[in-house]
T-cell receptor
Framework: EPEVTQTPSHQVTQMGQEVILRCVPI?????FYWYRQILGQKVEFLVS????????KSEIFDDQFSVERPDGSNFTLKIRSTKLEDSAMYFC????????????FGDGTRLSIL | AQSVTQLGSHVSVSEGALVLLRCNYS??????LFWYVQYPNQGLQLLLK??????LVKGINGFEAEFKKSETSFHLTKPSAHMSDAAEYFC??????????????FGGGTRVLVKP
């Protein structure tokens, strides 16, 4: 069964550094998402992406965050200048449509900011 | 705005016993509802979804959930727990809005422990 893949599985970065989290969504999917889960807290929506542009973003997704689909397969999340509070598990998801179409998740990237 | 509440952050069941995980939602429009399961060091895997076709929804691994509009609930059940059901379970709601794509709003999760 096709799956969403994320790399790296664990990223350790110094505070203030830039980090790029990578995702390869399911190949025929059109909608792409990033979520994060801070340890012990809920999974939170960050951003959705469709037709090469952001379609919705949460208040968490401030100017430090950006997303990109640089080619036909990758979907990246960049954090420009990381803060301690960015430490979390970041999940990428993709779906083939809207509404009832389920989102398929990757295994996540654990981001640790030192 | 939509929200999801899962009652009980931890549930302990004996192997072979009923598993019942509670989920209540709020949504200003008819929702789509999902249950996901997360095994250790893995991503979220879809168990089942409600999309208004039928109020009782069957999913993978013997799980099912019933949508009750009057109670705004979507509780997850499994008649007989198996050791492999030990995981964290998340209820989520989405709706078709004006933005392309539909964000999921998650509950806090319920960690299930299965005792032999």
């Amino acid at each position: 069964e096709p799956e969403v893949t994320q790399t790296p599985s664990h990223q350790v970065t110094q505070m203030g550094q830039e980090v790029i989290l990578r995702c390869v969504p399911i190949s025929n999917h059109l909608y792409f998402y990033w979520y994060r889960q801070i340890l012990g807290q809920k999974v939170e929506f960050l951003v959705s992406f469709y037709n090469n542009e952001i379609s919705e973003k949460s208040e968490i997704f401030d100017d430090q965050f950006s997303v990109e689909r640089p080619d036909g397969s990758n979907f990246t999340l960049k954090i420009r200048s990381t803060k301690l509070e960015d430490s979390a598990m970041y999940f990428c998801a993709s779906s083939g449509g809207q509404g009832s179409q389920p989102q398929h998740f990757g295994d996540g990237t654990r981001l640790s900011i030192l | 705005a939509q929200s999801v509440t899962q009652l009980g952050s931890h549930v302990s069941v004996s192997e072979g016993a009923l598993v019942l995980l509670r989920c209540n939602y709020s949504s200003s429009v008819p929702p789509y509802l999902f249950w996901y399961v997360q095994y250790p060091n893995q991503g979220l895997q879809l168990l089942l979804k409600y999309t208004s076709a039928a109020t009782l929804v069957k999913g993978i691994n013997g799980f099912e959930a019933e949508f009750k509009k009057s109670e705004t609930s979507f509780h997850l059940t499994k008649p007989s727990a198996h050791m492999s059901d030990a995981a964290e379970y998340f209820c989520a709601v989405s709706r078709l809005g004006t933005a392309a794509g539909n964000k999921l709003t998650f509950g806090g999760g319920t960690r299930v422990l299965v005792k032999p």
